[in-house]
């Protein structure tokens, strides 16, 4: 009885989900259909991007200590996203909010064009590899795979990122953002990941961002020229 009853709850759980991704899908990705996104112009406009994106390792210091994603051969149209999120408040971290008030919807489509062009270009099997079995729970009550892909690579919406071998340290402090939602400085508006996260404690989501962190992925980090 009480396994009927989990069962019936996830089942719930994830064709709420469903509708509330599509839903979601459809507006996030509206907002600038219009506009285009030249590569070649965003590697000119990307000088705020690679103080902190551009070092292999970096690491910031807010809300707390841990290296800032990986965004080369992220999905253009997540990293617009994203930006707008920044842009509009829905995502606070007062440094992206800042960055992103500066640039116009044209400026976010180069960007984002420039930063999906230069990813690993790495072929990935569907199949995601085995972690621990707590992992493997977690990942198939938060539906993960539903948004992100069978691999976590492959996004069913290009709003949406990918996520498999993204530093797990801050794919931990995303997901606890994702809970935020009463500090002016901290904290994530999304109904979907909002509905995910606050599902699992800090403890489970800190399982699934090293799981999710340890597996092969397309994204990287590029270390800028004159670092190198």
Do not use: W
Request: contains cysteine; aromatic residues 8%.
């Amino acid at each position: 009885m009480f396994f009927t009853n989990c069962l019936s709850k996830m089942n719930k759980f994830l064709l709420t989900l469903s509708s509330i991704l599509v839903a979601y899908a459809t507006t996030v990705t509206a907002y600038a259909q219009d506009i285009h996104g030249d590569a070649a112009a965003g590697s000119k406009k990307n000088a705020l991007c690679v103080g902190c994106h551009g070092i292999k390792g970096y690491h910031i210091g807010f809300p707390e200590v841990h290296q800032v994603p990986k965004i080369n051969g992220q999905g253009a149209g997540y990293i617009r996203s994203a930006l707008h999120a920044y842009k509009t408040g829905d995502r606070k971290h007062p440094s992206m909010r800042t960055i992103a008030a500066s640039l116009s919807e044209q400026d976010m489509a180069d960007l984002a064009a420039f930063y999906e062009s230069t990813g690993t270009g790495a072929t990935l099997s569907a199949d995601i590899p085995n972690g621990s079995a707590k992992a493997q729970s977690l990942l198939t009550q938060g539906g993960c795979t539903s948004c992100h892909g069978a691999n976590l690579s492959k996004p069913i919406d290009p709003a949406y990122p990918k996520i498999a071998g993204q530093h797990s340290d801050y794919l931990y402090v995303a997901l606890r953002a994702y809970k935020t939602n009463d500090k002016p400085l901290i904290g994530r508006g999304h109904p979907i990941m909002g509905g995910v996260a606050k599902q699992f404690s800090n403890a489970d989501l800190k399982v699934l961002a090293d799981y999710v962190g340890s597996l092969p992925g397309e994204i990287q980090t590029v270390q800028r020229d004159r670092l190198k």
